[in-house]
C-alpha cells in the first residue's frame, strides 16, 4: 500500500540547470563588483587586493555561506502539498501561523504560511546592515592554512551548514526514513527529491513537505533542520538524534502534532552560526547574508581588516587587528568561550556584537539562577568554576581545549592535560588503579551525567544526553563505577 500523494521517492542527480543558473548569478555578481570597482579612482595594487579579498569572500561564500546558486535556486525547491481533505477544518491562531486539524481536535498541523501553498523562497534581499567585517573560516585558509585544515573538523566549523541529502546525517532511505507518532495517522518521512532533502508530513490523510534547508548540530548529539519561508526562518518539526540514529519530535515539540511554525530566533543563529544579518522582529533575517558555521573570527574578532592589512603588507610579521584570547585578562578571556557555553541569556541588544574583550553584561541578561549541566543550559563555566582547580590557579578552557583541533574522545591526550599540574601519584588511587591511570583521569573525575534539562522525546521513550560534568572533584560513585567496568573488561 502507498498512501503517499506525491510521485516516488527515487534520487536524481541535480541538474545541470541550476549551475547554469548558478554561472550566470556570479557572472552578474561579478559584473557588479567590478563595474563597482571600476568607478572609484584608487592604485592598481590595492584595487588588485581588493578584488582579491572580494574573491576570497566570494570563494568563501561558496563554502561557508549560502551562494546565491544555492539559495536562490537549490533551496527554492520548496515541496508541494496535497489539497486539504474536507473534513479538516483551517483556522489562523493570534500569532496569526495557519492551523489545520479536525473540528475540535487535540492535535494540528501548524504553518506560517497558508496550507497548500509551498513557504516562499529565501528572500534575496539585500542586507540591511553592514557587516561589520565576518568573512568565515576559509578566508584564513590562505596564511594560516594548517589551522584552517585542522580546525575544518572541529564542532565549531561544522555546527551549521547548508543541507544537501548527502549532508544529513538521518537515513532518507525508504524504510529507515519515518517517524511515526502516537497517532496512527500522523506521520513524517524525511525524503530526497530534485537533489533536495524534504520532511514529508502525514497528518489525518493530508499530506504536505518542508524542505531542510539548514542543518544545525555536528551530529555529536543531534541535527535539527531550519528552513526559510521568504525572509523568515523556522524550525522543522522533525530532529534526527544520533545516539539512536533515529528521526525524533524536536525538542519541546508535542507528539503528534505537525509543526513548522517555530520561529528560529536570532540568539540560535549566534550560537551556531558565524554571522547573519538580522532584520526583526524575532525571525527575520537576510538569507544572503548567512554564514554557517563558527569562524575562527567568533573568538578572533571579525577578520576583514586583519586580512586586508595582511595581504597589503605581506612582509609584515606583526599581527594586526586580530585578538588572541589569550592574550586577554583572565575573566574576558573566559567569556570568549561562554558567549555560547553558559546558559541561553537574553540579549540585550541587537545579536553578533560581542567582540573578543567585550564583557558579556554589556551584550546579555546575567544568567539565571539555574545554570544545570545540560546541552542549552549548560554553563561549563559555572560547573568549573566551583573546581579546586579552577579556583586556586589561572585555569582557562584552553588549558584543556584546544580551540584547532578536534579531540573529541581523546581521553588520554586530555589526561595529559591534568597532569601538567598533577602527578598521576598524587591520585589516592593511582596504586590500586596502576600504571594505566596516566591514560584516563577523566572518568572519575569528570564523569559523564544525564540532565533532566535536555530531554529529547522519541516514540517510544525520553533520552537524556549525557555530558561530561565540569566540576572536577573526588566522585567515590563514578570511581567505584569505573572501577568495577575495568575489573571487568580486564578479565
Ligand atoms: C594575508 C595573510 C593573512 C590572512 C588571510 C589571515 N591572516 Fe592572520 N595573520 C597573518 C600574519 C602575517 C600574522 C602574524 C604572524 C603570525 O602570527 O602568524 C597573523 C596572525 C594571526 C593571529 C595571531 C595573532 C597573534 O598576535 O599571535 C591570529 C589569531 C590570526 N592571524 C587570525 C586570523 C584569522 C581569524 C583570519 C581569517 C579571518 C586570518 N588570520 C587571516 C596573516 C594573515
Ligand atoms: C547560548 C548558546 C546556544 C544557543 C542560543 C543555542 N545553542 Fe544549540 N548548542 C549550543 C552548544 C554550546 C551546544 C553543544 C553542547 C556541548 O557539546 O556541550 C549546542 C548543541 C546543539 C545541538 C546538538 C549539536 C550536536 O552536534 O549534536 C543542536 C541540534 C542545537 N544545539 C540546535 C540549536 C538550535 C536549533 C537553537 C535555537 C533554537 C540552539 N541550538 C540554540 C549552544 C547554543
Ligand atoms: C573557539 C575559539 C577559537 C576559534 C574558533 C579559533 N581560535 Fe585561534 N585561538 C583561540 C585561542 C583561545 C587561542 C590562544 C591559544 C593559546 O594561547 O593556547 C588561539 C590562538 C590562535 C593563534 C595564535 C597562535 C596559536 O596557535 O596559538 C592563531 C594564529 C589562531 N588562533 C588562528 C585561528 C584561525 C585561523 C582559526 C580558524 C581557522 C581559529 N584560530 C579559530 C581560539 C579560537
Ligand atoms: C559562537 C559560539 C561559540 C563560541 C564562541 C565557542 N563555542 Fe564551543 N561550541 C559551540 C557550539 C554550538 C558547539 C556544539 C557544536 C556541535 O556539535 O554542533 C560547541 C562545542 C564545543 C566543544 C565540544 C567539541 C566536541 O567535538 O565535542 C568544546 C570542547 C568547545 N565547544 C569548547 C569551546 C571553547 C574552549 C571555546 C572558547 C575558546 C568555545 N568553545 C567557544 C559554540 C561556541
Ligand atoms: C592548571 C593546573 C591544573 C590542571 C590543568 C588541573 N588541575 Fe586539578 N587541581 C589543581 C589545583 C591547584 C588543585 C588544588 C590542590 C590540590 O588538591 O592538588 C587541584 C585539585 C584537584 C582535585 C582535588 C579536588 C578536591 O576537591 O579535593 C582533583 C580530583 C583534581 N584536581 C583533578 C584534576 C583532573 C582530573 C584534571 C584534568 C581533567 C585536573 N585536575 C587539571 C590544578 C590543576
Ligand atoms: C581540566 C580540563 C578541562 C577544562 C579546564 C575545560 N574542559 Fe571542557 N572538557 C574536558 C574534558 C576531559 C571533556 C570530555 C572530552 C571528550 O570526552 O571528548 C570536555 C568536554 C567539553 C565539551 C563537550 C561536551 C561534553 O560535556 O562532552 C564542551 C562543550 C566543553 N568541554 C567546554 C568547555 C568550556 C567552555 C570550558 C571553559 C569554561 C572547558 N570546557 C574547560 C576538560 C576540560
Ligand atoms: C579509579 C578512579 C580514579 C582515577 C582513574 C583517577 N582518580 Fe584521582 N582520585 C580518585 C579518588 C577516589 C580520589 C580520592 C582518594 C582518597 O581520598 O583516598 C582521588 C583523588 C585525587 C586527587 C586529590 C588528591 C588529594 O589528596 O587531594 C587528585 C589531585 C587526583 N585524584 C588527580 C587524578 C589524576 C591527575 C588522575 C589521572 C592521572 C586521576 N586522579 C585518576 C579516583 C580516581
Request: contains cysteine; aromatic residues 8%.
Amino acid at each position: 500500500m502507498n498512501s503517499d500523494l506525491f510521485e516516488s521517492e527515487e534520487k536524481r542527480v541535480p541538474s545541470a540547470k541550476y549551475l547554469a543558473v548558478g554561472s550566470l548569478i556570479v557572472a552578474v555578481l561579478g559584473f557588479f563588483f567590478w563595474t563597482q570597482v571600476d568607478q572609484e579612482v584608487v592604485d592598481i595594487g590595492q584595487l588588485k587586493r581588493r578584488q582579491q579579498v572580494r574573491r576570497l569572500q566570494e570563494e568563501n561564500e561558496s563554502i561557508a555561506r549560502p551562494d546565491p546558486d544555492v539559495v536562490f535556486a537549490e533551496l527554492a525547491k520548496l515541496g508541494k502539498a496535497a489539497p486539504i481533505p474536507s473534513y479538516l477544518q483551517v483556522d489562523r491562531n493570534r500569532a496569526g501561523a495557519w492551523i489545520v486539524r479536525k473540528p475540535g481536535g487535540k492535535v494540528a498541523a501548524v504553518l506560517p504560511f497558508p496550507p497548500q501553498q509551498s513557504p516562499k523562497p529565501p528572500s534575496d534581499a539585500q542586507p540591511i546592515h553592514e557587516n561589520p567585517g565576518f568573512l568565515g573560516a576559509k578566508a584564513c585558509e590562505e596564511c594560516h592554512a594548517e589551522t584552517f585544515a585542522s580546525f575544518s573538523k572541529t564542532s565549531h566549523h561544522l555546527t551549521s551548514h547548508l543541507a544537501t541529502p548527502q549532508s544529513i546525517r538521518g537515513s532518507l532511505d525508504s524504510g529507515k526514513n519515518r517517524l511515526g507518532t502516537r497517532l496512527p495517522n500522523v506521520s513524517f518521512k524525511m525524503v530526497e527529491h530534485d537533489g533536495a532533502a524534504f520532511q514529508r508530513a502525514s497528518f489525518m490523510g493530508w499530506e504536505f513537505e518542508i524542505p531542510m534547508q539548514i542543518v544545525t548540530g555536528s551530529a555529536k548529539l543531534a541535527q535539527t533542520f531550519l528552513y526559510w519561508n521568504d525572509d523568515e526562518l523556522y524550525q522543522c518539526n522533525v530532529t534526527y538524534l544520533t545516539d539512536t540514529d533515529s528521526w525524533i519530535n524536536s525538542p519541546g515539540y508535542h507528539d503528534g502534532d505537525a509543526a513548522y511554525e517555530r520561529p528560529i530566533i536570532a540568539r540560535c543563529l549566534e550560537c551556531h552560526t558565524t554571522y547573519v544579518d538580522f532584520r526583526e522582529p524575532v525571525n527575520r533575517f537576510t538569507p544572503r547574508s548567512l554564514i554557517t558555521g563558527i569562524s575562527c573570527e567568533r573568538c578572533h574578532g571579525p577578520g576583514r581588516e586583519h586580512v586586508e592589512y595582511h595581504r597589503e603588507n605581506p612582509r609584515e610579521k606583526e599581527s594586526r587587528f586580530v585578538t588572541v584570547p589569550s592574550d586577554l585578562p583572565r575573566d574576558k578571556e573566559l567569556q570568549v568561550c561562554s558567549q555560547c557555553h553558559s546558559s541561553i541569556t537574553p540579549l540585550k541588544g541587537r545579536p553578533f556584537r560581542f567582540r573578543p574583550g567585550d564583557d558579556l553584561i554589556q551584550h546579555y541578561e546575567p544568567p539565571g539562577e539555574e545554570s544545570g549541566n545540560s546541552v542549552h543550559t549548560s554553563n561549563q563555566l559555572d560547573r568549573l568554576g566551583r573546581s579546586k582547580c579552577f579556583l586556586q590557579t589561572e585555569m582557562t578552557c584552553v588549558d584543556c581545549h584546544n580551540p584547532h583541533q578536534f579531540e573529541r574522545g581523546n581521553i588520554a591526550l586530555f589526561s595529559q592535560r591534568c597532569m601538567k599540574c598533577h602527578q598521576p601519584q598524587a591520585c589516592g588511587m593511582s596504586d590500586e588503579v596502576g600504571e594505566k591511570i596516566s591514560t584516563n583521569c577523566i572518568d572519575c573525575h569528570m564523569p559523564f551525567t544525564g540532565s533532566d534539562q535536555l530531554r529529547l522525546d522519541t516514540a517510544s521513550e525520553s533520552i537524556f544526553p549525557e555530558m561530561r560534568d565540569h566540576y572536577i572533584r573526588i566522585d567515590k560513585q563514578a570511581s567505584d563505577a569505573y572501577l568495577k567496568q575495568n575489573a571487568v573488561s580486564d578479565k
